[in-house]
């Protein structure tokens, strides 16, 4: 079964930086050239799409956060990462990658002012 498992959140400062990491296991199928995406939830908001890679490497961000994050897809080790610079208040989240159907459990991120 496929499973996304995410890490690198913490509490970092205004202006600080943070790479999160989105591990896939669980399928036979390569990872390279897959599409997939990161997600946000703030407290007291709906989930939104912070950023997405596409097969053909192609990328798309929020407007919030373009400029500051920089979106990777998987590599040789199942791994893709989100590199989050810039940090303010506002992207304080639980993030969350994604890959077809499949989503990771979330890692918080806290950015404090």
């Known amino acids: 079964q496929v499973q996304l498992v995410e890490s690198g959140g913490g509490s970092v400062q205004a202006g600080g930086s943070l790479r999160l990491s989105c591990v896939y296991s669980?399928?036979?199928?390569?990872?390279?050239?897959?599409?997939m995406a990161w997600y946000r939830q703030g407290p007291g908001k709906q989930r939104e799409l912070v950023a997405r890679?596409?097969?053909?490497?192609?990328?798309t961000y929020a407007d919030s956060v373009k400029g500051r994050f920089t979106i990777s897809g998987f590599n040789a080790k199942n791994t893709a990462y989100l590199q989050m610079t810039g940090l303010k208040p506002e992207d304080t989240a639980v993030y969350y990658c994604t890959q077809g159907s499949f989503w990771g459990q979330g890692t918080q991120v806290t950015v404090s002012s």
């Open positions: 669980g399928s036979f199928f390569s990872t390279s050239n897959m599409n």
């Open positions: 890679i596409f097969a053909s490497g192609a990328t």
